[in-house]
């Protein structure tokens, strides 16, 4: 059955730290990539989004992703961490535009000041 | 602000009841999602309605419910209530089937 892969479920981090999440998916086919961001007591927010062309797209906030279709991987980065990002990230898998999602099991973020 | 709206924001019951959430989706989306979100299981999928058909149909219990009518809004209803049901419960709604999903505050249910 196809999945995501969060590799971390909480990551500690120090403000100004560089940041690097990873995601993996297991599928051959066509796929659009998504990560969302849940801030503390907030609902799900996309972040960003990949569905062809630039394998790195660019998200609010700073954040950007690469998609690297030989590792399956769509891993999510940020240079320099804030205290802001402190959050919960969701890597999500649309399967050739069928309207589902998979979605992987999230990766606590808190961000030491 | 998503532009999917979901009512009520809190919902305090007690065990055996049964509760009607409920979502209004983005102007001119078709999709609508249901997501069961608690601290023990996570972020669970339960169902997906598309103008007015379930689609989908993911983790959902028998006890619960749902439909999307005409006007393209949709209830979730949670019978016969356990303390396990305890959790957030997310719509969001899409235009199209990329999967890119615009989610509503969530409605909040203690169940006591």
């Known amino acids: 059955a196809q999945s995501v892969s969060q590799h971390n479920h909480h990551v500690i981090l120090s403000e100004a730290a560089s940041l690097e999440l990873g995601c993996n998916y297991s599928y051959g086919g066509t796929v659009n990539l998504f990560w969302y961001v849940q801030y503390p007591g907030q609902h799900l927010q996309l972040l960003l989004k990949?569905?062809?062309?630039d394998p790195l797209v660019k998200g609010i906030k700073g954040f950007e992703a690469e998609f690297i279709k030989s590792k399956f991987s769509f891993n999510l980065r940020k240079p320099s961490v804030q205290w802001s990002d402190t959050a919960e990230y969701f890597c999500a898998v649309n399967l050739d535009s069928n309207y589902q999602l998979i979605w992987g099991a999230g990766t606590k973020l808190i961000i030491k000041p | 602000d998503s532009g999917v709206t979901q009512t009520p924001k809190h919902l305090i019951t007690a065990t055996g009841q049964r509760v009607t959430l409920r979502c209004s989706p983005r102007?001119?989306?078709?999709?609508v999602y249901w997501y069961q979100q608690s601290l023990d299981q996570g972020l669970q999928f339960l169902i997906q309605?598309?103008?007015?058909?379930?689609?989908a149909k993911g983790n959902i219990l028998e006890r619960f419910s749902a439909q999307q009518f005409p006007d393209l809004h949709s209830e979730l209803n949670l019978s016969s209530l356990e303390l396990g049901d305890s959790a957030l419960y997310f719509c969001a709604s899409s235009v199209g089937s990329s999967g890119e999903l615009f989610f509503g505050e969530g409605s909040r249910l203690t169940v006591l």
């Open positions: 309605y598309y103008n007015g058909e379930e689609r």
């Open positions: 102007s001119g989306d078709l999709s």
């Open positions: 990949y569905f062809s062309g």
